[in-house]
């Protein structure tokens, strides 16, 4: 494929609001999870909450939209000078030539939660001000995001578990290269709520402590919520040497199970080898790997597995910064392609919070510090619930 540019990325999560706050926790190691005090939930489990969503008013013309989910998507829209990014992109190609892919897991469902305490005790109806149009339906946060950037452009919200927003690099990718659009802002946005709480526990997948992935003790996830965004364009001619391209995009199906990941992780390797087929690269080229690192048993060694089958064992360092953020499902592949881009940008190799003993059955080189190095390529890995899998490959320029 040809390398796009991946610029203006910003990052809003438990480790806070912007670029900057992000790094600084990554710095120093900082982990955003604490216990679970969310809503009315009763569980015994720690959660990445983004504080001060609540204190959110979205913009008047787009009130309809007001939930959770589209406050923090506007919270993350505001950070690091995101929305004049888009206004000079759109001034450059036109408001109608640049598109809007996000992906998100749970939308607004917080927002259908609380409507539900409030039906009809006779007929069980949800209340007249409840929209499920502008808040639970998943491509309202498209609708918000496009409305809120005054973007006329094709708008698109993938929803494919943990996948969802590593898989709109793709869609964007394609429209671009279809010559439909000349640039897109991709990303995904993800809020917690009370379904995806109770139902992670239903499943028995919800430490009792701070997830520590790859340990050779970990025992299950830990739910964060975030926004992050970024802009994808084709590259100018007088590009930076230090500008970060999208250099390979990698998707498979396990088509194994509708819960559980292949053993031995046969669509992650394949989504894996598929982005670096897209790049051009082999497996050697890679300096650094973001893994999807859930903290599950099973999910970290499948992906341990495909690690060590295509990149040799310990050859590539890698870690999960899911130990700092949480598990942010539908945001996540746009969280890790952000911190990727960090990555690139600051030669940071992030050591995997609150993992304190790498599990020696799995064969991979598992950071328990952060190392400085400059990097030249970096992957990143998503991997969703029943098997929807994508991979990224990020790299300088020169």
């Known amino acids: 494929m040809r390398p796009l540019l991946f610029s203006n990325f910003t990052l809003t999560s438990c480790l806070g609001h912007g670029y900057g706050a992000a790094l600084d926790a990554l710095l120093q190691r900082r982990s ?45 829209l505001r950070q690091d000078g995101f929305v004049d990014a888009v206004d000079a992109l759109a001034r450059r190609f036109g408001r109608d030539r640049v598109g809007v892919f996000l992906g998100t897991s749970t939308g607004g469902i917080l927002q259908t939660e609380l409507a539900y305490r409030r039906r009809d005790p006779q007929t069980g109806a949800l209340p007249a001000d409840f929209l499920y149009r502008t808040t639970h339906n998943p491509f309202a946060l498209a609708d918000f995001t496009r409305r809120y950037l005054r973007l006329q452009g094709p708008a698109a919200v993938a929803s494919s578990a943990c996948s969802s927003s590593a898989k709109v690099f793709g869609s964007a990718r394609r429209m671009i290269e279809a010559g439909w659009i000349d640039a897109a802002v991709v990303g995904g946005v993800d809020s917690l709520c009370l379904t995806t709480l109770y139902g992670f526990n239903s499943l028995e997948l919800l430490s009792s ?28 001619d007088n ?29 992650a390797r394949l989504a894996m080898e598929g982005a670096l087929a897209g790049a051009g690269l082999a497996a050697a080229a890679i300096d650094y790997i973001n893994l999807h690192g859930t903290a599950t048993v099973s999910n970290d060694a499948a992906e341990g597995k495909a690690v060590a089958a295509l990149f040799g064992a310990s ?13 942010t499902l539908g945001a996540a592949g746009a969280v890790e392609a952000v911190i990727c881009a960090m990555a690139l940008r600051e030669g940071l190799l992030p050591g995997g919070a609150h993992t304190a003993a790498a599990d020696p ?26 098997g929807s899998n994508c991979s990224l490959v990020f790299g300088h320029a020169r």
């Open 32 to 76: 955003g999870l604490r216990r679970c005090d969310f809503e009315t939930v009763e569980l015994d489990t720690w959660i990445g909450e983004v504080d001060g969503v609540d204190e959110v008013s979205i913009r008047f013309d787009l009130r309809d939209f007001d939930c959770r989910n589209n406050r923090l998507a506007q919270l993350g």
């Open 209 to 236: 402590q701070p997830c520590r992935p790859f340990d050779a003790h970990r025992d299950g996830i830990s739910i964060g919520e975030a926004a992050a965004f970024g802009l994808l364009s084709r590259p100018p």
């Open 239 to 267: 590009l930076d040497a230090d500008a970060i391209l999208l250099l390979g995009v990698g998707e498979s199906s396990d088509a194994y199970h509708m819960s559980s990941p292949h053993p031995q992780g046969l669509g």
């Open 315 to 327: 050859a590539v360092p890698c870690s999960s910064t899911k130990g700092a953020t949480g598990h």
């Open 361 to 386: 059955a799995i064969a991979v080189d598992y950071l328990l510090e952060n190392r400085r190095q400059r990097l030249a390529r970096v992957l990143s890995n998503s991997f969703g619930f029943g």
